[in-house]
């Protein structure tokens, strides 16, 4: 029991000392800070990387149209003061305000500006020394300019059977602002893209691009002090698949018999360039238009506008193909026919026809020198096709092809027309 109060007794001693040297030192510590304060009040401090500020914005400067051009936004200084140690002995950057004095800025120019500072939190303190003192900043008159955009580039091309066309930009424009002697300077603004030997077979879009400026005499322009709008770009090189074909004619309207191939003609041009985004490996020839044997007198040129199917593209910057046909060894002839020339086919059922024309006068027939020369009214036949007609009785005037049923190389060019009655079989 006693040797259980020795050690209590013995707790408590030690517990009481360690209280009292706690104790002792927070004393200690509240009697520097009073005789700090009491009798050394002032110290003396540097705060380091001062952020320094530019303003601008309502100044004189401003109203006379001047900005900073080469400006550091990350300008710092070091800064010597001196206060009261217990309003400045924790200083930080944060607790001093760093200006530039632009009060000598008057006109366009370069000016080593003086670093005035102070503190943020209004103490009162004394400045000693700033370092750097000056900053030095250049202001200009700031003018714009919006300029469309150019593409160039190396090292992209087309595969073979695919063309480039040329490369579209996003945004198109780019409105650069900087001093009016750098923007007076600025002719074409360009983007260039760097290829590493790329074969297209499909459309490619890349935004690694570098905005260029040139003068007019193709100097690169220095863009310092500029600014720009945007400053990413994306372009596009559009790829299309591409053939050459030749024009082929179509010709309507001919007689079953008639030989086609006697026909000689050419055209200008004699081929096109078509694109397409789609597979067009299997066109072989455009077709330029549409002619009824009966048109062809082989004297006249016919043209004819080129159209193409959705989605392709005409290359090669012709809108029209004209058609001009050979009259190396033809000839033409002008008959007469009487009505027994004249037949009727495919009558409607239950209808009478009576052909009222008594001649088809100057027919005009082409065809081979020699053929024509020997060709005559008995070898030719004007017929009168009634199919799909739903005509009620009456008299009617109709068209007529004319034709050689036994010669295959002549035809007869222009329209002509014969006058029919209808009426019921069984009228009188």
Not at 277 to 290: F, L, Q, R, T, V
Request: glycine share 4%.
């Amino acid at each position: 029991m006693e040797k259980r109060k020795k050690k209590l007794k013995l707790f408590d001693s030690f517990r009481n000392d360690l209280v009292l040297r706690v104790f002792s030192i927070v004393l200690a510590v509240v009697i520097w800070i009073i005789l700090s304060i009491t009798l050394f009040p002032t110290i003396y401090i540097t705060v380091y990387d001062v952020p320094v500020k530019l303003e601008i914005e309502g100044t004189e400067v401003e109203s006379n149209g001047l900005s900073a051009l080469n400006f550091d936004e990350d300008t710092t200084v070091d800064v010597r003061l001196s206060g009261m140690r217990y309003e400045i002995g924790n200083y930080s950057s944060s607790d001093l305000i760093a200006t530039l004095n632009i009060d000598d800025v008057t006109k366009a120019g370069v000016y080593d500006l003086s670093v005035n500072v102070r503190s943020a939190n209004d103490d009162n303190c004394e400045i000693l020394n700033v370092s750097p003192s000056k900053v030095r900043v250049s202001f200009d008159t700031i003018q714009s300019v919006e300029l469309p955009i150019e593409v160039e580039y190396t090292g992209i091309s087309a595969e073979d059977g695919y063309t480039l066309k040329t490369p579209v930009v996003d945004p198109e424009t780019v409105r650069i602002s900087g001093p009016e002697e750098d923007i007076e300077k600025i002719d074409r603004a360009v983007v260039s893209v760097t290829g590493d030997g790329n074969r297209l077979t499909e459309s490619y879009t890349t935004s690694d691009t570098e905005l260029v400026l040139y003068t007019k005499d193709a100097a690169v322009i220095d863009q310092t002090n500029l600014s720009f709008s945007k400053e990413t770009f994306s372009v596009t090189f559009p790829v299309y698949m591409s053939v050459t074909v030749p024009f082929t004619l179509t010709i309507q309207q001919c007689p079953s018999n008639f030989d086609q191939s006697i026909l000689k003609y050419s055209f200008d041009p004699e081929t096109i360039t078509i694109l397409s985004s789609g597979n067009i490996a299997n066109i072989s020839s455009k077709n330029a238009g549409y002619l009824y044997l009966n048109q062809i007198d082989l004297e006249t040129e016919y043209t004819f506008n080129i159209e193409l199917d959705n989605g392709q593209i005409n290359d090669s910057g012709i809108d029209t193909v004209t058609v001009k046909f050979d009259d190396t060894g033809f000839s033409s002839k002008v008959f007469n026919l009487n009505s027994s020339h004249i037949q009727v086919i495919n009558k409607i059922a239950g209808k009478s026809v009576e052909v009222k024309t008594e001649r088809i006068s100057n027919v005009v027939i082409y065809g081979p020198t020699d053929v024509i020369q020997k060709l005559t009214a008995d070898d030719l036949v004007a017929e009168y096709d009634m199919e799909g007609s739903q005509l009620d009785n009456g008299s009617y005037e109709a068209n007529v092809r004319i034709y050689a049923p036994n010669v295959d190389t002549v035809w007869c060019y222009g329209s002509y027309e014969i006058i029919v009655s209808i009426s019921d079989e069984d009228s009188e």
